[in-house]
């Protein structure tokens, strides 16, 4: 076998082993910014999505995404069955997967790959529905988005569809993975409702319910921060230094702007240094630049991502104001810098670093590419909206979306996983206390507090 065949397959590999890696920085930072007595339903969410994903990615969703078939869907591929003769290339390839014959590794690399992009598409929506969606509802939707949504934009975008005819140009995500899982996120946050005491009975005002850890929270967003290096430098799918190097560069620099413009623009409008902010910032940044991390310069990156970083503050603002319950700002990151990084394409792309994407309008390239991604923008936001709302809908009405309000009030760890996540280690005055008890005590003080408020 040609030895770039083995080091593309070595590379798609590891960063597809990175990729995977960041459901476990999904599974932390989410515990981490909720509450205590859900932290084991919160990990039971995020390492069971991660299964059911990639079994309907293998099952549908590859052969659906990248199989030859019309402008609309693949046709064929499903269980990876079907003629290809990977990891041969152009004009040698003969098979069904004619979308992917460009990359120079075997078709189960090429699967695994993506299956893990997949997964991280389900993982965003476990953070807008947590501590308060029944584990069936979400595990059903998640296959259904797996197996049949993500699929279909991805087959548009990726697998020669037909706004990849008309130019319209993602390089690892923000629309594919981001948007696609930002739109489900928020749709679902809408159909599930907030949790019980986020926002005051009478006036609608926010009332904040703090995560439990944020040194959890706090390694999430750094294993994520290490995996999204395999996200983005792993699209290239080869071995590539000249194109690994650049991408890593500019996904450093999109992802440290972020945490500056979240940190700056928070100070200036809460004067505090917020640490979920500059988590969450990192990560806009980063989401930003996934569309654009080949095709922009360094400087570009950080203007991406600066920006990014103040969206994500601006997002979590107005959620509140639409009492809008995301426990974790998973909308604010993923769907508004989902396609802020998609339009940043149309701006500051340039043709030195590819002749087939071309300039953006910043650097005379016109309005024509602009154009074509914000026309793709609206068109997968579109699709991912109507086909999330009637999965919930369906859901809604054969199972039910969310727990109960006893199940709510006690911890979805003690009403559908049956496990703490967390034991008995705290004493007070010699006796020792659950963890939950305490939080849940707290809770009804809040609670009877604003009701008498109220009054």
Same mark, same amino acid.
């Given at each position: 076998?040609?030895?770039?065949?083995?080091?593309?397959?070595?590379?798609?590999? !590891?960063?597809?082993?990175?990729? %995977?890696?960041?459901?476990?920085?999904?599974?932390?930072?989410?515990?981490?910014?909720?509450?205590?007595?859900?932290?084991? =339903?919160?990990?039971?969410?995020? %390492?069971?999505?991660?299964?059911?994903?990639?079994? $309907?990615?293998?099952?549908?969703? %590859?052969?659906?995404?990248?199989?030859?078939?019309?402008?609309?869907? *693949?046709?064929?591929?499903?269980?990876?069955?079907?003629?290809?003769?990977?990891?041969?290339?152009?004009?040698?390839?003969?098979?069904?997967?004619? =979308?992917?014959?460009?990359?120079?590794?075997?078709?189960?690399?090429?699967?695994?790959?993506?299956?893990?992009?997949?997964?991280?598409?389900?993982?965003?929506?476990?953070? $807008? #529905?947590?501590?308060?969606?029944?584990?069936?509802? %979400? !595990?059903?939707?998640?296959?259904?988005? #797996?197996?049949?949504?993500?699929?279909?934009?991805?087959?548009?975008?990726?697998?020669?569809?037909?706004?990849?005819?008309?130019?319209?140009?993602?390089?690892?995500?923000?629309?594919?993975?981001?948007?696609?899982?930002?739109?489900?996120?928020?749709?679902?946050?809408?159909?599930?409702?907030?949790?019980?005491?986020?926002?005051?009975?009478?006036?609608?005002?926010?009332?904040?319910?703090?995560?439990?850890?944020?040194?959890?929270?706090?390694?999430?967003?750094?294993?994520?921060?290490?995996?999204?290096?395999?996200?983005?430098? *792993?699209?290239?799918?080869?071995?590539?230094?000249?194109?690994?190097?650049?991408?890593?560069?500019?996904?450093? !620099?999109?992802?440290?702007?972020?945490?500056?413009?979240?940190?700056?623009?928070? +100070?200036?409008?809460?004067?505090?240094?917020? +640490?979920?902010?500059?988590?969450?910032?990192? +990560?806009?940044?980063?989401?930003?630049?996934?569309?654009?991390?080949?095709?922009?310069?360094?400087? $570009?990156? #950080?203007?991406?991502?600066? !920006?990014?970083?103040?969206?994500? #503050?601006?997002?979590?603002?107005?959620?509140?104001?639409?009492?809008?319950?995301?426990?974790?700002?998973?909308?604010?990151?993923?769907?508004?810098?989902?396609?802020?990084?998609?339009?940043?394409?149309?701006?500051?792309?340039?043709?030195?670093? =590819?002749?087939?994407?071309?300039?953006? +309008?910043?650097?005379?390239?016109?309005?024509?590419?602009l154009g074509a991604q914000a026309l793709g923008v609206l068109a997968v936001g579109a699709f991912v909206v109507t086909l999330s709302s009637a999965a919930w809908l369906a859901l809604r009405a054969v199972v039910g979306l969310r727990v109960d309000e006893e199940a709510e009030y006690i911890g979805l760890d003690r009403a559908e996983i049956g496990v703490a996540c967390y034991g008995t280690d705290l004493t007070v005055s010699g006796e020792l206390l659950d963890l939950d008890e305490i939080q849940d005590a707290v809770e009804h003080l809040r609670l009877t507090d604003g009701m008498s408020e109220g009054a």
């Amino acid at each position: 076998m040609n030895s770039s065949v083995i080091i593309d397959t070595v590379w798609v590999v !590891l960063c597809g082993a990175l990729v %995977f890696f960041m459901n476990a920085g999904f599974g932390l930072l989410e515990t981490g910014m909720c509450r205590a007595k859900n932290g084991a =339903s919160v990990l039971a969410k995020n %390492f069971s999505v991660a299964a059911m994903a990639g079994l $309907a990615f293998f099952a549908v969703g %590859f052969g659906l995404m990248f199989a030859d078939g019309t402008p609309l869907v *693949g046709l064929g591929g499903l269980g990876l069955t079907g003629a290809d003769n990977s990891p041969a290339t152009g004009e040698a390839y003969h098979g069904i997967f004619g =979308s992917l014959a460009w990359a120079t590794v075997p078709l189960e690399a090429k699967y695994f790959f993506q299956a893990c992009f997949a997964m991280a598409a389900a993982s965003i929506v476990s953070g $807008a #529905v947590a501590e308060r969606i029944k584990l069936s509802a %979400f !595990l059903i939707f998640s296959l259904v988005l #797996v197996a049949v949504i993500y699929p279909v934009t991805g087959h548009w975008i990726w697998g020669g569809g037909w706004l990849a005819s008309l130019g319209f140009w993602d390089f690892a995500g923000s629309t594919q993975v981001h948007s696609v899982g930002g739109w489900a996120a928020l749709t679902g946050a809408v159909f599930v409702g907030a949790r019980r005491g986020r926002f005051h009975p009478r006036t609608g005002a926010s009332r904040p319910l703090p995560g439990h850890n944020l040194a959890l929270a706090t390694a999430g967003g750094f294993v994520l921060w290490l995996g999204w290096f395999g996200f983005n430098a *792993g699209s290239t799918m080869a071995a590539d230094p000249q194109a690994i190097a650049h991408i890593a560069v500019t996904t450093l !620099l999109a992802s440290t702007a972020g945490v500056a413009g979240a940190l700056l623009l928070n +100070l200036v409008l809460h004067r505090n240094w917020d +640490l979920t902010m500059m988590i969450n910032g990192c +990560l806009a940044g980063l989401v930003a630049i996934t569309a654009p991390c080949a095709w922009v310069s360094p400087v $570009a990156a #950080v203007a991406i991502g600066a !920006l990014g970083g103040a969206l994500a #503050v601006v997002g979590v603002r107005t959620m509140d104001r639409l009492r809008v319950d995301d426990p974790v700002g998973a909308v604010s990151v993923h769907l508004l810098n989902g396609v802020w990084g998609t339009l940043a394409v149309g701006l500051f792309a340039q043709a030195r670093y =590819s002749g087939d994407v071309g300039d953006g +309008l910043l650097y005379g390239g016109g309005a024509g590419l602009l154009g074509a991604q914000a026309l793709g923008v609206l068109a997968v936001g579109a699709f991912v909206v109507t086909l999330s709302s009637a999965a919930w809908l369906a859901l809604r009405a054969v199972v039910g979306l969310r727990v109960d309000e006893e199940a709510e009030y006690i911890g979805l760890d003690r009403a559908e996983i049956g496990v703490a996540c967390y034991g008995t280690d705290l004493t007070v005055s010699g006796e020792l206390l659950d963890l939950d008890e305490i939080q849940d005590a707290v809770e009804h003080l809040r609670l009877t507090d604003g009701m008498s408020e109220g009054a």
